[in-house]
């Protein structure tokens, strides 16, 4: 039981979720422009952007298990997979709005570009979040939550008659308990 209740306590509420969901994936994102940059003066961008991008999902990932939805623990592959099957969503979210906006506005400036681009990432991102939330991850939380509930479900144990010990130690911590 303390086991099922430390592992719900390690799951963040919804708030506290998100807050390191935005941390985690924005340092992330933020560290993966610095090293796609660098990359690419060694190889095509292209190349250095494919490599990057499924680095940082996978970093990404096991940050959002360890500390985003206190998993508990490393990722499973299935989550990998999942996750990136979300990474995959959002990024046709943000290319399909880019491409819409070019079929809708035949010279957008750059402003108008980066207030597209970055409310269909500020959108995919909410979505990612629900589905991490509650696809990905929600398995371990739900398996805690049912430790729980059955655990509050069982009987409640019979007192057992407990005596102090005589010892010659002083009372206090170290006084020994025994059933009689």
């Known amino acids: 039981m303390g086991t099922a209740q430390s592992q719900q306590q390690a799951a963040p509420g919804a708030f506290a979720a998100f807050a390191r969901f935005v941390l985690c994936g924005g340092g992330v994102g933020l560290a993966s422009s610095f090293a796609v940059t660098a990359l690419a003066s060694r190889i095509p961008w292209v190349l250095a952007n494919a490599l990057i991008t499924v680095l940082s999902t996978l970093l990404a990932t ?60 500020a959108l995919a991102g909410v979505a990612r979040f629900a589905v991490l939330r509650l696809v990905v991850f929600a398995r371990n939380r739900s398996q805690a939550a049912a430790a729980v509930r059955t655990a509050r479900s069982l009987p409640h144990p019979v007192p057992v008659p407990v005596t102090m010990a005589r010892t010659s130690a002083p009372a206090g911590p170290g006084v020994l308990c025994r059933a009689a």
């Not at 990998?80 to 957008?108: E, K, R």
């Open 62 to 121: 096991e940050l959002h298990a360890r500390f985003t939805f206190g998993a508990g623990g490393r990722a499973t592959w299935r989550q990998h997979a999942q996750s990136a099957g979300s990474a995959a969503a959002a990024y046709a979210v943000t290319c399909a709005a880019m491409f819409a906006l070019q079929q809708l506005v035949a010279a957008p400036g750059a402003v108008l570009e980066q207030v597209v681009y970055l409310s269909a990432s």
